[in-house]
């Protein structure tokens, strides 16, 4: 392994040679039954081979299908693919088949709108959304088609056990701003069998902030929520009791309380430096305002105690008894209390419990993986699959449950020059119900991949 790939460390000692994560027994014991993830080792499964359409990269055995491109005919002929594919999920649907959800990253100026459609149109003026795509068992789109238009800035989210996705609005924009009609900065729910049924309703309660992801514990029915600020004040961790917990399709529109994370003795999570460090008496605090009529919710009034916060949080999901969340980075020259490359944070409701499960970092090479991690999810052999949203070469990284990191992915659509070549994000990772696809965006062009191979070798 070359000596100058970026190292991953746990604390302040590096995990041996090359790249390396620790992992805690909090997040080994969720991968705990998956062996096979155990014996890839450094280099995954195997060297990603180029490919020769100069599309994406992926190791020997593996393939992927293009599912869809932005600009393209949407196949509903409601118009285009959106641009600026973003976060996304894998449902299932009826004799095998899978809904695919996605979102659209839409600021003002994005190139491709989500077309607007009566019934399924919140804001006019909004340029984002969500898609829907439905794919036979052997990954062919059957149709594609708008699930939720008129919304701003959709960036991440999460499905619901009743197979539905609830898309994050990341943005605070109010009526008035950049043309809007109406407020932004909400969660809605989208129902991709029949986008009609839950249509374009905000979900006021869960709170106006710049959402990024969401988690549902599928026990409880608590919705967990992260807020991705990117400048001081930085962002919350929440979590929104529903009044009609698990109740189904349109459930959540019934309300319910939106509370705020408090780490007893930690202002800022980024001050966290050792990997391992537990925090028990974990508090929630009720949000005092949280359509943020006047404040916006990180800077509201939360008593003396204060609330904790945390720079750029942004994917969230459930894994066993548990929620994880991400911290893409901190940096103190923004106002972070101190530097970091990327932490995931695990929240045990059981024991009410905080843990710093891993750490990414310092950078030595920015073509090779270590930093930003964004979208995350579990994959069904083990481990994570993490995209990287950071400089030069842009990957879908594995990391087993040894806490190893091997590349997946490497994306090959340049968007720069060929004397300064630049290269779109992914997102949106996820996998199919039964585990035998892989599906992820490139932000930049809007391209949505299948990628099939031996996920279980």
């Excluded at 305002?289 to 003396?304: E, H, I, K, N, Y």
Aim: charged residues 20%; hydrophobic residues 35%.
């Amino acid at each position: 392994m070359s000596a100058t790939r970026r190292q991953i460390l746990a604390g302040s000692g590096a995990l041996g040679v090359g790249v390396g994560i620790a992992f805690t027994g909090a997040l080994g014991d969720l991968f705990a039954g998956t062996a096979s993830a155990q014996g890839l080792g450094h280099e995954g499964y195997g060297p990603l081979v180029p490919d020769p359409d100069g599309l994406l990269d992926l190791p020997e055995g593996f393939r992927y299908r293009v599912l869809s491109r932005e600009g393209d005919p949407l196949r509903s002929g409601e118009g285009p693919v959106p641009s600026n594919h973003d976060g996304m999920t894998a449902l299932p649907a009826h004799g095998g088949r899978v809904h695919l959800v996605r979102n659209h990253e839409n600021r003002p100026a994005a190139v491709h709108a989500v077309p607007t459609v009566e019934g399924l149109t919140y804001d006019p003026a909004g340029k984002g959304g969500c898609t829907a795509l439905t794919l036979d068992s052997r990954n062919r789109v059957l149709s594609e088609r708008v699930a939720l238009a008129g919304t701003a800035v959709n960036c991440a989210g999460g499905p619901t056990p009743w197979h539905t996705w609830l898309t994050c609005e990341e943005t605070e924009d109010r009526a008035g701003t950049n043309g809007y009609t109406k407020d932004h900065g909400f969660v809605f729910e989208v129902d991709p069998s029949d986008p009609r049924r839950t249509g374009a309703v905000p979900l006021t309660a869960m709170g106006r902030f710049q959402h990024e992801a969401v988690a549902v514990d599928p026990h409880r029915g608590i919705v967990y929520e992260t807020e991705d600020a990117f400048l001081e004040p930085f962002g919350l961790f929440y979590r929104f009791l529903p009044r009609k917990p698990l109740g189904g399709v349109g459930s959540l529109r019934a309300g319910g309380r939106l509370q705020a994370m408090r780490v007893p003795g930690v202002a800022d999570l980024s001050s966290v430096r050792q990997t391992g460090a537990v925090f028990d008496g974990i508090e929630w605090v009720d949000v005092p305002d949280p359509l943020a009529a006047r404040t916006p919710v990180r800077l509201q009034d939360f008593g003396p105690r204060g609330i904790t916060h945390a720079q750029k949080l942004e994917g969230c999901y459930w894994g066993g008894q548990c929620v994880y969340f991400v911290s893409s980075f901190a940096r103190a020259s923004d106002g972070s209390a101190a530097d970091h490359f990327g932490q995931i944070w695990r929240y045990d409701p059981d024991r009410r419990r905080l843990t710093l499960v891993v750490v990414f970092g310092p950078d030595t090479d920015v073509q090779l993986p270590g930093e930003s991690p964004d979208n995350i999810c579990l994959a069904p052999s083990g481990g994570l699959m993490v995209c990287e949203d950071g400089n030069g070469a842009q990957h879908v990284f594995g990391v087993t449950r040894a806490g190893e990191v091997y590349a997946m992915a490497r994306g090959r659509q340049n968007i720069g020059t060929p004397e300064a070549p630049e290269w779109g994000e992914f997102a949106g990772v996820t996998f199919s119900p039964d585990g035998r696809t892989m599906y992820v965006n490139c932000y930049t062009p809007g391209t949505t991949f299948a990628v099939t191979g031996p996920w279980r070798r």
